[in-house]
């Protein structure tokens, strides 16, 4: 479905039967990590509706627009395949029409991590952007993976702000056989870019096993982390270790702990994260 009207009409007839309607945003370029989305929408939710929209508004400079991935066919056979009921697919100008001029702007949370050095152009794009998904599918649930850590965080605090009555379900993170998230910029990766992103993961592990081993000092676990990257040559563009619901920066993991990375590796920009807990919590 390319129009608004279209893709209401369709809720409107689903609701009529009383079927729950899930929503997967995407940017396209699918890959396994979009489809355990879709496999869990279709799992949780009667209407399922996979978006596909490369939002102009969340890219900078540096993050070129026009390189981004694009095979609409294919993903609609991958979308399908897994149950989608609808791929809606706009273009910019039915999310975009002349003279639009709202941002929707969440203080604080998108002022850090990602935020920080895309700028705050690019949260703005995605919250705006998914407050008009919202809208414009008024979904029931809606499902977001948990690679995008803050994004995740965002859009909960979103929906609380603006009492949007959506569900956030926030599912694990899907992974190539080496460890290394899978990604649509992963595309951009050449092989020994690839070979070398697989250290961002096993950074991310050390990091934890370290912690399991009885240090939880954030100095030192990020220490432990860097090694790592440093080992491939990745010099991260952030490695951080942050409270997993207000993001403040944390001195050592008490409880629960975000360490979150984001690196440039050959063409692409990679993030990633682990949630880590301190090991007395996870006995207790
Ligand atoms: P994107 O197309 O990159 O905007 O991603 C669309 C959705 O898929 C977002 O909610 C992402 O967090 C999620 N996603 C991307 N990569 C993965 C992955 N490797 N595992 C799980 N979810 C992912």
């Known amino acids: 479905m390319r129009s608004v009207a279209e893709v209401r009409g369709a809720v409107r007839d689903a609701r009529a039967a009383g079927r729950r309607v899930g929503l997967v945003p995407t940017m396209g370029a699918l890959h396994e990590g979009h489809l355990s989305l879709i496999r869990r929408a279709r799992a949780d939710t009667d209407l399922v509706i996979v978006s596909l929209f490369v939002n102009p508004t969340q890219f900078n400079a540096q993050d070129d627009l026009a390189a981004y991935p694009r095979d609409e066919a294919r993903d609609a056979a991958l979308a399908e395949g897994e149950g989608a009921d609808i791929l809606f697919a706009p273009p910019v100008d039915e999310v975009y029409p002349d003279g639009f001029a709202t ?17 705050p152009a690019h949260f703005d794009g995605v919250t705006t952007v998914v407050t008009k998904l ?3 599918t008024t979904p029931d649930v809606a499902f977001f993976g948990q690679k995008d850590a803050q994004q995740v965080l965002v859009v909960r605090r979103l929906v609380r702000d603006l009492d949007i009555t959506v569900r956030i379900e926030a599912c694990p993170t899907v992974r190539e056989p080496d460890g290394l998230a899978m990604s649509s910029r992963n595309a951009y990766l050449d092989a020994d870019a690839r070979q070398q992103a697989g250290a961002i993961n096993r950074a991310l592990e050390a990091a934890d096993r370290a912690l399991a081993g009885g240090e939880t000092d954030a100095a ?9 990257l440093a080992g491939a040559r990745i010099e991260p563009e952030y490695l951080e270790l942050r409270h997993p619901e207000d993001l403040r920066p944390l001195e ?3 409880g629960d702990a975000l360490l979150a990375v984001a690196a ?8 990633d994260n682990r949630m880590l807990s301190h090991p007395a919590k996870e006995h207790a």
């Not at 440039?264 to 993030?271: D, F, K, N, T, W």
């Open 134 to 136: 919202f809208q414009m």
């Open 220 to 228: 030192a676990l990020l220490a432990i982390a860097r090694e790592v």
């Open 252 to 254: 050592a993991v008490e």
């Open 264 to 271: 440039h590796v050959g063409r692409a920009r990679l993030i």
């Open 103 to 119: 941002t929707i702007h969440i203080a604080g949370l998108t002022e850090v991590l990602c935020g920080a050095y895309r700028g």
